[in-house]
């Protein structure tokens, strides 16, 4: 019921900072849990971040706490990334995504809708 676009990915020095955009469409965004996966070539997609409805629990995968912070803004339809202390180890594509059911779900099984993804290139 919701549609995503992600956008503020590039190439970044390690040590440096990004942040991500998803932009929903529809007046239904704040029903929704929104997570922030990624996926590197060859590998799985994985969790890095989610949040609840009111935003107010979120979720970190442990190799991007401390780092990373997830937020959303319900009146602008728009949840965000920012990521400090960029590694090599975070690079990927970074996917949007948004779940009517769990308050923080972690597996990609558990969402309804995606973005199409931002690149994400952290170089040393």
């Known amino acids: 019921q919701v549609q995503l676009v992600e956008s503020g990915g590039g190439l970044v020095q390690a040590g440096g900072s990004l942040r991500l955009s998803c932009a929903a469409s529809g007046r239904t965004f704040s029903s929704y849990a929104m997570g922030w996966f990624r996926q590197a070539p060859g590998k799985l997609r994985d969790i890095v971040a989610t949040?609840?409805?009111?935003?107010?629990?979120?979720y970190y995968a442990n190799s991007v706490k401390g780092r990373f912070t997830i937020s959303r803004d319900n009146a602008k339809n728009t949840v965000y990334l920012q990521m400090n202390s960029l590694n090599p180890e975070d690079t990927a594509v970074y996917y949007c995504a948004a779940a009517y059911y769990g308050r923080n779900p972690i597996s990609t099984t558990q969402y309804d809708s995606w973005g199409q993804g931002t690149q994400v290139t952290v170089s040393s």
């Open positions: 949040i609840s409805w009111s935003g107010g629990s979120t």
